[in-house]
Every structure is written in structure tokens, then in C-alpha cells.
T-cell receptor, first 112, second 111 residues
Framework: DAGVTQSPTHLIKTRGQQVTLRCSPK?????VSWYQQALGQGPQFIFQ???????QRGNFPDRFSGHQFPNYSSELNVNALLLGDSALYLC???????????FGPGTRLLVL | GESVGLHLPTLSVQEGDNSIINCAYS??????FIWYKQESGKGPQFIID?????DKRQGQRVTVLLNKTVKHLSLQIAATQPGDSAVYFC??????????FGKGTRLSVIA
């Protein structure tokens, strides 16, 4: 039973660039949430996708967008990267929005 | 707003001793609570969860206690091992709202 997978594992970008991160959910899971985790902090909720629609959104600007595909996998896109976007980006999946979520290994993004 | 917080930022424990990590929450309407373990450079790993209608739940070497009267959650790890060294987060879920995390407690196991 495959767990949550994310790609790439690491990424280096420069300010102003755009980035796309990918997440494949744990088998049987249909809900995908994205979190940003700065060093030494707890994960901060970005948004959640269910049935290919954004259902909830945290306090993040429109530069952060996403998509969910029919196979439940998801992408996180960040435009016009800022130095402050450097963080570990985590994907968490679950069966339904209000159930326990399981995290992937994360993508470490460094913006120079 | 509602929040989940942790009492202590760091905890050092001798190998073989029991560890207790505490968490305070403010949203009494939460449906359940989850403990995650996060090792350096990795994503949070699910440890155990407990629904709000329960007081105690046990897993392998771990026990979660929920005291709704004082809005307190604890994670007990029996016979702590070096592999238990990590940052531990508690998180809560209410309905379909996203997980709310605290900053975490760093557990260091002294061999």
C-alpha cells in the first residue's frame, strides 16, 4: 500500500520564477491538503482539494494555486516566487475532509 | 482564534524512561485530535489520534490522554528509544476545517 508521495524532493528557484509541486495520495484517499512549513514552525494550511475543487483556503495570496486531477493527485503552483516562500511544502491526504490526514515526505523549496 | 499549543518547546529524556508531551487546546468543539512525529527533513508521521468522546487511547508504546475539562492533551511514550527523538506536534480537527498545529515539542533522547 503506497503512502503519500511528493515530487520533487528538493527544488531551487530564483525570485520571480514559478514552481509546480506534485502530490499523489495514499491509496483510497480522495482529499488533498497542502501545507507550508517554515523552519522551526508547525505546518500552515494553504488549501484543500476534494472532488477536483478547492474547498477551503488558508491565509495565502493568490500566487498560490492548485489543482486536483480525476485520479485524486494534486499540484501546487506558486507564481512570482519570493524569498519568503522558501519552506518545506507538505501534502496531506485523507478519506474525506474531516478525517485524519497522512503526510507525504515534503518538497524542500529554496528561493534565492 | 482557536489554537492548539504546546506547553514545552524541548524535552530531554533518558533512554528507557517514559516521555510525556503535553498540548493545550482552546477549541472545545474539536472532533478529534492527532499526534504527529516529525524527524528532521521529513514530513509529519501519524502516531495516534483520539476522538473527542474518548478519554484515552493506546497504541504501540504510545498512549494519548484527553482531558476535556481542562482542554489538555498528552502523549505518553513508554520506554523511550533514540529513534523517538523528533519534534512532536498535536493537531485538532473540527468538522471539515483544516488541521491546526502548534509549534511542536522537540524530544531528545539521551543514551
Amino acid at each position: 500500500d503506497a503512502g503519500v508521495t511528493q515530487s520533487p524532493t528538493h527544488l531551487i528557484k530564483t525570485r520571480g520564477q514559478q514552481v509546480t509541486l506534485r502530490c499523489s495520495p495514499k491509496s483510497g484517499h480522495d482529499t488533498v491538503s497542502w501545507y507550508q512549513q517554515a523552519l522551526g514552525q508547525g505546518p500552515q494550511f494553504i488549501f484543500q482539494y476534494y472532488e477536483e475543487e478547492e474547498r477551503q483556503r488558508g491565509n495565502f495570496p493568490d500566487r498560490f494555486s492548485g489543482h486536483q486531477f480525476p485520479n485524486y493527485s494534486s499540484e501546487l503552483n506558486v507564481n512570482a516566487l519570493l524569498l519568503g516562500d522558501s519552506a518545506l511544502y507538505l501534502c496531506a491526504t485523507g478519506l474525506g475532509a474531516g478525517e485524519t490526514q497522512y503526510f507525504g515526505p515534503g518538497t524542500r523549496l529554496l528561493v534565492l | 482564534g482557536e489554537s492548539v499549543g504546546l506547553h514545552l518547546p524541548t524535552l530531554s529524556v533518558q533512554e528507557g524512561d517514559n516521555s510525556i508531551i503535553n498540548c493545550a487546546y482552546s477549541n472545545s468543539a474539536s472532533d478529534y485530535f492527532i499526534w504527529y512525529k516529525q524527524e528532521s527533513g521529513k514530513g509529519p508521521q501519524f502516531i495516534i489520534d483520539i476522538r473527542s468522546n474518548m478519554d484515552k487511547r493506546q497504541g504501540q508504546r504510545v498512549t494519548v490522554l484527553l482531558n476535556k475539562t481542562v482542554k489538555h492533551l498528552s502523549l505518553q511514550i513508554a520506554a523511550t528509544q533514540p529513534g523517538d527523538s523528533a519534534v512532536y506536534f498535536c493537531a485538532e480537527i473540527k468538522g471539515n476545517t483544516p488541521l491546526v498545529f502548534g509549534k511542536g515539542t522537540r524530544l531528545s533522547v539521551i543514551a
